[in-house]
């Protein structure tokens, strides 16, 4: 008999474990089913919050839905925000989940993922509102050009739209925090050959005009030397 | 609902019991002896003036005056009066005078006399028993006598050809006398109150004869006074109060006329405070008349009418052109004479005096237009005017005669012998015809200017009618238009509320005019002798355009009274446009297509349109239905904004829910919108600009909104649309371009982008533009919801049954919502050139023969043989349509069912309701109804019994075998005609009724008896049209309803023959009954909807009603 009870021991721990693990398993699977149900409403929430401020309008007007049309994606960035809102939900879900279940590796890991999707969320409406912004101030200098004469207006319109768009690209990498130091690097690198560029082209193209500008500015004065009267 | 551009009922002027009748006069001068001589002795008589009252009552004139006819020397053409108390022996008798004035009187012809008081013949007994009475003797002082002829030297001599003084020695009364005319006629003196006495007794004496008035004669020289000029003196003014006073108390509504030939503000004195005389001729006037003329210019009428002080309400000026006596100059200035002179006495000869002896038309060169206008400006201008006996036919003068006897010749009626005005020798006559060339009576006569419609005598007659329609010329007030060309003379006469516009061009070319109009903005001129509305007065100055010496008479008609002419458009751009900011095109409406940040904006933009502009704008259309009620919004119900990729054009096709009065229902209407910019599009900016709704800016760029109805690539993307048949998706629904079989064959070889595009008449509740001569395009405006019955009858009859007598259906564009039944928006039709409709053509042929029978022009041969052809042709097309909608083709909505008894027992009951509550309502209106209309609502009610009796027994004989879709608003306006063939159009059916009731099927019979009664509309409307004045209502009546049966007979007659081959009746003749049940129907309709709109139209359906309970079929 005792035998038989020392072969049953660790059945009984196991079921002991069991007894104790299978109602945190059943509270985890409800969290996560709670939390799925949570982030369908949440998905919903969102898309309709994002186009009851015409949100969509602004992603469509900055070109971004074209570009993830494009891209091969079926739904448009106000559709990819709501998405992201419904998987921090269900990533937060399954985070509380996994740390009822005690998974504590896992856990930690899916709370970096959490942590990241509102950055990409917010990096998504950065670009948005910088893409829009970008065409606008495209459409103005095109306009402005054309007003007072100038060619190459379109060109114009399309450097400062992109000039922006990257501008708005590193602060959205920033954001996310991908990327980091070298991209600032290559930016300020990539920022200064263009300046420099600029200016040897400036300098060397207009180096007559810049030293007439430069006579009238500071005339120089007549030579003293040669022809002077004899020296006393 | 038919009606003729001008709906006004003539009104008319009557003096009859007025007091004040001598305000709405118009007097015809004449001399008893020049007007017709019966008993041929040379000399005209009151017999002969007896049996021509006709003449003169026809001429439209309302007063008589007569020169002299007393005893009298003749020495002055019977000025010289030698018995106060009798005819001359002459002219006739005093049973003569006094059957003269009663004949007068029946024909309500007033006369005026002469009171020849100032002086009398030296032959008067009064004068013989002076001058033979001891001096300061009662009988002496009748007379004015002095011992020597130097008193009075202040004192003008009047007639200064033949007289040296004023004063003439009498070898009997060893004494001089005074005389201010001729030395034969010595002054009475009024300071003897016994001439007074004797003076008011022979009044008397002619007042009880029946006498309507005395013209005083020389009334400025009554008293005589040292050290004045003798003229307009305190004392003359204290005698004519005294014989207003003795007037006054026995004999009210008796007129005293003052000849005073003063300048106006003298003149004015002879009115007194309303205590002296009635009237007084403004003799300053009539030389200035004649001066504008020959200097082009309308300074000088414009001049003096501003000089002319105000008179006492019962007072009134009597005008003229010329009188008995010479075109007197003595009211102008010396310059002024000279050029009077040369400009219209260049002849010596026609000198006498301070004036010129010659007619009318001599003095305008016999030139008709100058003689119109002249008399144009005399009948227009404030006073009652005077014709002189024969300027109405334009007789000439005979200078060669002496004195003024050139200008008293006898009148010319016929060609015959002595110009048919007596049969005595030529050489008896008291002075001999005109007989030259030009004016001589052989072709200046009564006799064949009657017969001729165009002459001067019945141009007269037509503008004295036209004058007798209103008191405004009479009694209203003057106000002359400072128009910039001063070749122009235009004035306004408005009386209680009606305003008359004149306007005559004084220059011998034409000219053109722009009047301000802005007081009477909205109203519509209306020209008076043709009735033709003219297009309403609006913003801008009216322009006007007139022949070389052309004059207009408007009546400025209230926009209820008249309708505009139908084919003007309003093309100006409105002013006061609203401005809208939009910041992103389109899309600034709609605040879920803006950024986020602009949401507000967009809800604020939106919400000008909807309160703001589009209420503006749909106020004041034509297709706009909630008249009375103010627009409060027009809500976006749906929209679709359309792109086009080629153009970069956009528009909005939206259906607006329009707010009206609150507690209804908001009605849908179809509005497309175009925008178009300045910069980059001005040219189509600008041609949107008469179709504005609002001016919108977007940043720096400006623009309009407008209709996109107006805009050209609008209209030609439209065709290409259906053409294309598209689908345009839109929110709350789609459109549905979709085109018919017959569109490719329309537009085969035709460039959409080239195609012309006009804009066409408006009618009505829709708008439609033309696309070259290929297309016609009619937006519906009104949306109503469900199949529309103009579409769907129209793809029936082109497609199906193959009618060649409808206009082909070419493509439609439907709105289909989400959830619901579509609703048509507008239809594309093949253009067919035309004539105009039915209506226009025979009204207005019918309205021309009535006009020239009044004319006196003899009704041509065969009567209205041609309109009966072409009413045959329409009762043959009539047969087939409804042929064509009995075909049975398997589809619905248009397979014929049979008529059962209890269809016939519901028509039954459906007219016997609506007769009750006709009559209901004629009781109601009865008191209102003027004329024999209430006469005719009498006896109609009192046959009301029988009328439901004979609705009860209707249809009892069958005849009708189904029931097909019908036209349902069949009448006049909706056949055009086009090669002497008709064509039917629109299918809408009763805009009153409802889709569903418009889509019923029904009995064809309706369509016939909507065209019967049309014919009675058109009888009646041409009948309103021709009647100037109410004698001669009885004289053309019976001549239009001859027209009425005749067209009727036409039409039945063709119709039964043409329809017995199909199925629609079981025989044509048995559905009498029943065609006569629809026909009471429509008229109870009609009789209805005059009641309540138009009660001046009352008449028409009444007739139509009670000829219709008359005779079971009549006419037919």
Redesign the interface.
Known sequence: MENVSVLLEPVRVFLAHLGDFLPRLALAALVVVGGWLLARLARVAVDKLL?A???N??TE?SGMDAFLARGGLRIDTTAVVALLGYWLVVLAALVIALNGLGLTTITELLGQVVLFVPKLAVAIVIVAFGA?FARVVSGTVVTYCRTVGMQDAEMLGRIAQYAILVFVALIALDQVEVGGEIVRQSFLILFAGLVFALALAFGLGGREHAADLLDRWLPRKPDGGGDAGPKA | MNSPAVNAPAPSTTTTGDPHWYKDAVIYQLHIKAFFDSNGDGLGDFKGLTSKLDYVKDLGVNTLWLLPFYPSPLRDDGYDVADYHNVHPQYGTRADFRNFVREAHRRDLRVITELVVNHTSDAHPWFQAARRAPPGSSKRDFYVWSDSDDRYQGTRIIFTDTEKSNWTWDPVAKAYFWHRFFSHQPDLNFDNPKVLKAVVRSMRFWLDMGVDGFRLDAIPYLVEREGTNNENLPETHAVIREIRALLDAKHSGKVLLAEANQWPEDVREYFGNGDECHMAYHFPLMPRIYMAIAQEERYPIVEIMQQTPAIPEACQWAIFLRNHDELTLEMVTHKERDYMYRMYAADKRARINLGIRRRLAPLMENDVDRIKLMNSLLLSMPGSPIVYYGDEIGMGDNIFLGDRDGVRTPMQWSPDRNAGFSKADPQSLYLPAIQDPVYGYQAVNVEAQSRDPGSLLNWMRRMLAVRNTTRAFGRGTLEFLRAGNRKVLAYLRAFEGEAILCVANLGRSAQPVELDLKQFRGRIPVEMVGRTAFPPVGELPYLLTLPAHGFYWFRLALGSEVDVPRWHEEVLAREDLPVMVLFDGWTSFF??????WR?ALAEKTRLQLETEVLPGHFQPQRWYAGKDATVTRAAIAAHAIWTDAKSKHSWMLGLYDVHGAPGTAPERYFVPLALAWEHGDEERMKALGPAAVAKVRQQANVGVLADALADEPFCRRLLAAVRDGVDLPAAGGRFEFRPTQALAGLLDKVDIDTLPVARAPAQGTNTAVTLGSRLFLKAYRRVQIGANPEPEIGRFLTEVAKFPNCVPLAGTLEFVPAHGAPSALALLQAYVPNQGDGWTHLVGRLERFLTDCLRGEAPPEGGHGASAELVRTLGRRTAELHAALALRSGDPAFDPEPVTDADRAAWRKRVHDEAIESFAMLERHRSQLAGPAHEEARVLLARSSDVLARIAAAGAGGGAALRTRIHGDYHLGQVLLARNDFLIIDFEGEPGRTLAQRRAKQCPLRDVAGMLRSFSYGRGSALQQAVQRPEDAARLEPLAADWEREMRAAFLEAYAEAVAPAPVYTAFADARGLLELFELEKALYELRYELRNRPGWVRIPLTGVLALTHHANDGD
């Open positions: 186009r401020i015409n949100f309008v602004l007007r829009y | 605040r879920d297509r803006v950024v986020p949401i």
